[in-house]
């Protein structure tokens, strides 16, 4: 079926190195929780903060006051360093009150990791929306296989050489690594759903682009909006097209759900996002996110002048250079370049034409005056 997604955002498109000033945004804590410890940041609510294995070495999770006990909003990966944090968090918890429920924002095993885990221990069901869900499962269920000829093809095309290609076969049906035995059933969570959580509603709003059905929460009397990855304050969120639905247009549904977001939750909420850090500032980030991704389809049309395959635009759109040797990061890149690509594609600003060794060339149509950005 498909790669493996990155588990973690890392390629910033905007162009600017993570620790750059945001204008407009302000972080309200002095910095993250120790291991093992939570801090308050709103009424109810708790920062949590695990490990990962990752470039991008941490998650933040959400512990919320549920009256009874407490609900968790992600979990974190499945890592030995993991279990141990989430052991360290529970010896020192001074509430006894027990685990309520399991949230899950989104598939991603940084996210979804450790949901069979808690789930068990404590004997609680997992909310997540389906697609999540659903896609989660199938792409666990790839763990063991042999990469898939559609998966080989969409590399080819792309113009990846063969020792990248090789490079991917090795790498392929690692995504359950990092992920615990699923629960076998899940309660939905659907967009714009209120949901009692303790003594407030939250909002379920649903967004796209970086996963399938990705769930924020949003109080709106804490003013609180739970972003998971759809909101990040430093660094952009990946968005890219996967070898299972080559022809997707994942970009337009990320700015899509950007603008929703903008219309639906006001600007003076905290935002917790599910890396980095807490901030207030929502509208001028997803405002500096729109400019950074427009700003890139601008270079992505500039070369596109001349025909370029996936691997030869890599230059227009990311700050780092992207080779040949690391299969990861030069799969999380073509995703993304594919998804710029694509959406010029549906746009009708772009064509494509096969050549005869199965690599896929793109180029401006002639005249077509750009129509965004
Ligand atoms: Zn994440
Ligand atoms: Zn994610």
């Known amino acids: 079926m498909q790669a493996p997604p990155p588990a973690t955002p890392t390629l910033t498109m905007d162009g600017q190195p993570d620790a750059a000033p945001r204008p407009g945004l302000v972080y309200p804590f002095e910095g993250p929780p120790a291991r093992g410890h939570a801090m308050e940041v709103a009424p109810g609510v708790y920062w949590i903060r695990m490990p990962l294995p990752y470039a991008l070495d941490h998650i933040n999770l959400w512990a919320l006051d549920d009256g009874e006990g407490w609900a968790v909003v992600d979990t974190g990966a499945r890592t030995d360093d993991t279990v141990a944090a989430w052991r360290e968090l529970f010896a020192r918890a001074p509430d006894p009150r027990p685990m309520t429920r399991v949230f899950v924002t989104h598939m991603h095993p940084d996210h979804i990791g450790l949901a069979g885990w808690l789930t068990r221990k404590f004997g609680v069901r997992l909310w997540m929306t389906r697609l999540e869900y659903l896609s989660c499962r199938a792409m666990v269920s790839d763990c063991g296989r042999e990469a898939p000829d559609d998966a080989i093809a969409f590399c080819r095309r792309a113009g990846w050489s063969g020792a990248a290609i090789e490079g991917y076969r090795a790498r392929f049906g690692n995504f359950g690594k990092h992920i615990h035995a699923l629960p076998d059933s899940f309660r939905r969570l659907r967009d714009g759903e209120e949901l009692r959580i303790g003594a407030h509603s939250w909002r379920v709003i649903v967004g796209s682009g970086h996963s399938p059905e990705h769930a924020c929460l949003y109080c709106p009397a804490l003013k609180v909006l739970i972003s998971g990855d759809q ?143």
Request: overall charge negative; proline content about 6%.
């Open 231 to 373: 909101i990040l304050p430093r660094i952009s969120s990946n968005v890219s097209v996967h070898p299972t639905e080559p022809d997707a247009d994942p970009m337009a549904e990320w700015l899509a759900s950007l603008a929703r977001i903008r219309r639906e939750v006001p600007d003076d909420v905290l935002v917790l996002p599910a890396h980095n850090e807490c901030f207030r500032g929502l509208h001028a980030r997803i405002a500096a996110l729109e400019r950074g991704q427009h700003a890139a389809l601008r270079r992505l049309r500039r070369t596109l002048a001349e025909p370029r395959r996936v691997v030869d635009v890599f230059g227009a759109l990311f700050a780092r250079p992207i080779g040949d040797g690391d299969s990861g990061l030069l799969g999380m890149a073509t995703g993304e370049a594919q998804a710029c690509l694509n959406h010029l594609m549906h746009l009708g600003e772009t064509t494509r034409t096969l050549d005869g060794e199965g690599v896929a060339w793109y180029r401006m149509v002639a005249a077509e005056p750009a129509r965004e950005g």
